[in-house]
Structures are given as structure tokens and as C-alpha cells.
């Protein structure tokens, strides 16, 4: 694994850490972060060169949620909300 790798990899579990001492279980953390690439990886694909359709919910998207983070991207801060996609609505 090369050198970046592992320091994402480090990064992620000491988030994990942080998280866990917020009272977050390791399954929950897992299914955050999750949530987290799944949103990134969209955004990636909406991008140059795939420019793909945005199959998120606009509001809902990885743009919105790095925005209205009070820091620019992957922050320190210790987050005190979960962020959830809420489930489809029949409207």
C-alpha cells in the first residue's frame, strides 16, 4: 500500500476513534462512513470525464454537505448530528 494510502487509512480510524468516544459504535461509524463515500463517489462520477446524472437528491448530494460543513472538507471537529439520507417519499 503506498504511502497516501496508509495515511487515509490512519486518518479514517482515527476518526473512528474520535467518533467512538463520542459514544458512536464501530457499526455505526462504519455505516456513516459509508454514507460518506457513497455521497463523495457520486459527486466524482457527476464530473469531468463521466459527467454522469447525480443519483442523489439534490439537497442531499456530497456538494450540500461539504458546505454546509463549518469547515472545508474532512475536518477535526467533532460532529454532534448525523447526517441521514431520509427514506424515499411516494409525493
Known sequence: MSD?????????????????????????????????????LAHEQTQPPWNQDLPVPEGYDWSTLANSMACSGWCSARPRTRFRIPPNSSA
Open 4 to 40: 497516501e494510502a496508509n495515511r487515509i487509512v490512519q486518518k479514517l480510524w482515527n476518526y473512528s476513534t474520535v467518533l467512538r468516544d463520542d459514544g458512536l459504535s464501530y457499526g455505526d461509524y462504519l455505516e456513516q462512513l459509508s454514507v460518506l463515500l457513497f455521497l463523495k
